[in-house]
């Protein structure tokens, strides 16, 4: 493993270490049992739900273009990716790791652009909702770099969905990497990049998918609003809608740790001090993650039933004991 990759794990675990020395273990246990029992299984359920839409979405847009993948084969490579993106020291390890099991299956081209525009497509909705907590908050309008760190993100998104369906836009880069890159790289991003433009004729399945991921990212954080109620006796759905998807936001841009593991966490408890919430009340809605965490363990189901299957079709590093 590389030092880039340890320093990434390190970076993680040091938040954890930070929250732990901050908070009073017999009030951290005392909300714990007074906390509603049913936090738990909701973010279970949720979490399972967010990986099925995920894999869900992902397959309406491979399918479209008459694929014969299967949908159970699919969902066991979305699960068996998930498994992954625990321990792999980038956000995007999930994708990649799917990825390359079906693209033995199914065209790389189909696979890698369908994966592209659930990106995008993600990205633009967690805009669409972290840009609520700018509009509600005037504190937050206040902030200079908050806001410069907004107009970003706003041109990058419009950049990439308009290079994701716009030859004319694409068509200088094209010409500066023919430079650049050599003619075996060039086809490959060629192929994947006509993939792209395949799914400007089907309006309707990417209005499914953008649709989806909506109700995913809704369905997620109405979860974490119910799971805060349980913990706190209080509902604070506006402050939830408006910084959780700017925390996302930043794990995904900013992927100093594997899968913004101890980054998010770092944000959240930050964020909860600022609401004027107990750092023992942060502590435990932070913990919730580990339920992410164990549910994302799933993965290794799959990833044994498979396992001899996918020796053969790939190099692929199989977690030993």
């Not at 593991?261 to 023992?280: C, H, P, T, V, Y």
Request: aromatic share 16%; proline share 4%; hydrophobic share 50%.
């Amino acid at each position: 493993m590389k030092k880039e990759n340890y320093l990434k794990y390190i970076i993680a675990i040091i938040p954890f270490i930070w929250i732990i020395v901050k908070i009073e273990p017999d009030k951290f246990i005392h909300i714990v049992n007074n906390s509603s029992w049913w936090t738990v299984p909701l973010i279970a359920v949720t979490t399972c739900i967010t990986i099925f839409i995920q894999g869900f979405r992902w397959w309406i847009l491979i399918y479209v273009k008459h694929s014969n993948i299967k949908f159970y084969r699919a969902m066991s490579f979305q699960f068996i990716g998930t498994f992954y993106s625990i321990m792999l020291p980038t956000s995007f390890s999930q994708d990649i790791v799917r990825n390359l099991l079906i693209s033995k299956e199914e065209n790389f081209d189909t696979v890698w652009a369908s994966t592209w525009i659930c990106r995008v497509f993600g990205l633009m909705s967690l805009f669409v909702m972290s840009s609520y907590g700018l509009i509600q908050y005037e504190q937050l309008r206040t902030l200079n770099c908050l806001s410069i760190i907004f107009a970003c993100l706003a041109l990058m998104i419009i950049f990439l969905f308009l290079i994701s369906f716009s030859k004319t836009i694409t068509y200088p880069f094209r010409i500066l990497f023919e430079k650049l890159l050599p003619e075996k790289a060039i086809h490959i991003i060629t192929q994947i990049r006509n993939s792209i433009y395949f799914y400007k004729r089907k309006k309707k399945y990417l209005l499914i998918v953008f649709l989806f991921t909506l109700v995913m990212n809704i369905s997620t954080f109405g979860a974490f609003t119910f799971a805060l109620y349980g913990i706190t006796g209080e509902f604070h759905v506006k402050e939830i809608f408006s910084f959780l998807p700017v925390i996302d936001l930043i794990c995904i841009i900013v992927p100093i740790t594997p899968n913004g593991i101890g980054l998010r966490e770092f944000l959240l408890f930050n964020l909860f001090q600022k609401l004027n919430f107990s750092e023992e009340q942060a502590a435990v809605f932070i913990s919730l993650n580990l339920v992410i965490i164990i549910c994302r363990l799933l993965g290794c189901f799959p990833l044994i039933w498979m396992n001899n299957d996918i020796s053969k079709k790939m190099v692929l590093p199989i977690p030993r004991k």
